[in-house]
């Protein structure tokens, strides 16, 4: 069974830091690409932050660009997501999905992850809110 999980949030001081993680269990992040998105109440979800573990560049959002680092544990089929300089406007529900390599696509253009095309797997997510 096939499951992703995030962990991570919290509730922190505009300025401060979190680290969000999402483990994957029943497959092998190896062969997917693992993004974050977020979803800020009467918004749409959009993405953050995504990497390939073969990849050397991963995606940033501009919003989150040199303020979010995403990175991967591969013995522990973790991805991170470092969340440094937090702002209010940050605050939201962050979600990691893993879409597989063979589904065609890129870090680059997630549009078609949140029409939840090909073999895509979302976890429920986790609440990030940052107080000013």
């Known amino acids: 069974q096939v499951q992703v999980v995030e962990s991570g949030g919290g509730l922190v001081q505009a300025g401060g830091s979190l680290r969000l993680s999402c483990k994957a269990s029943?497959?092998?992040?190896?062969?997917?690409?693992v993004g974050w998105f977020r979803q800020a109440p009467g918004e749409e979800r959009e993405g953050v932050s995504c990497?390939?573990?073969?990849?050397?560049?991963?995606y940033y959002a501009d919003s989150v660009r040199g303020r979010f680092t995403i990175s991967r544990d591969e013995a522990a089929n973790i991805v991170y997501l470092q969340m440094n300089n937090l702002k209010p406007e940050d605050t939201a529900m962050y979600f990691c999905?893993?879409?597989?390599?063979?589904?065609?696509?890129?870090?680059?253009?997630?549009?078609?992850?949140?029409?939840?095309?090909?073999?895509?797997?979302w976890g429920q997510g986790t609440q990030v809110t940052v107080s000013s």
């Open positions: 999905a893993a879409r597989s390599v063979y589904t065609d696509g890129t870090c680059f253009d997630l549009v078609p992850w949140l029409r939840d095309e090909g073999d895509i797997h």
């Open positions: 029943g497959l092998n992040l190896e062969n997917y690409r």
């Open positions: 990497l390939r573990w073969t990849a050397t560049k991963p």
